[in-house]
């Protein structure tokens, strides 16, 4: 299931769509000609120049950098983990314009990668281009020509001092025709495996943060822009729902979309010898002796057994 949600904010030139899909809308990698960048914790990549001054907010700019603490940023680089309070006025902000997708201390040293790349229209990217117009009709039933889209991929990324199992997986595209700004982040289905603290999802604009409210504080089993959606996970077999985007996170031996699918144990664990793996129907599984073989103190099947017919 994809939930869309509109960022209602007072700024004309940049159009956000936030949206939780099973796949990421376009391919990254290296196959696919991105740039990457990985081995840092609070820094950015170098200036990336579009061929024109391109809208963000009331002003246009050339320039733009990868963060990897979740942020794209035009004209200057930002290098600040400390989330935002949303709608207030800060003073670092100012002279900051920014998507921020997904805004948190993330940490690049150990493992994850940040994919990043820019088409134009003399790019040999016309299925590209034909994709995100496609995207923008959808969204919003209006028919433009992209000029120019920037395209970012946080891929498995883990959280500063954070749980190693905690990683992120999520993409911004950026699009415009020129005039206008479109700008779409899309969050794995699944690959959302961060659970604790918060972040900020929105804009960055000269002062102020405008994005979604602060979820962390989201009741059990609620998630969304101002905790408004119920999660549709099965309860018994969920560690926990994504309180931005709503992904269940399955407990050990169970997957789907729901959590509600029971996984086969036996095709991925390996029973001792002289026994068989015997999968469970609620998320489990156990190795059961060949017959005439019995189990012992260190999980292994020893000792033949006499079997005597009657």
Known sequence: MTYVFRVLTCFILVNLVIINAQDLYLSYGNEEGDDIMTGTDDGCSSAVQSPFAVP????RFRTIYVCANGLVCFNRSYHSYTIPEN???????????CLAPYFRDLDLRSSGS????TYTMSSDAENI???MKNLVNETYSIQITPSFIFKATWKEVPLFGGPSYETVTFQV???TDG????SFFFYEGGSMKSVSNSQFIGLLVNGYADGLDDSSACLEGIYGYNCTETCNCDNDNTVSCDIIIGTCNCSKGWSGVRCQEDMNECET???PDNSKCVNYTEGSFYCKCDEGYFP???GTCQGKVHIIEA
Not at 179 to 182: D, G, L, N, P, R
């Open 56 to 59: 963000f907010n009331q002003t």
């Open 87 to 97: 709608r207030q006025y800060r003073h670092d902000l100012v002279g900051i314009y």
């Open 114 to 117: 940040v994919w990043y790349q």
């Open 129 to 131: 281009r034909e994709a």
């Open 173 to 175: 595209i950026y699009v």
């Open 179 to 182: 005039e206008v700004a479109y």
């Open 269 to 271: 664990n390996t029973c």
């Open 296 to 298: 012992t103190s260190d």
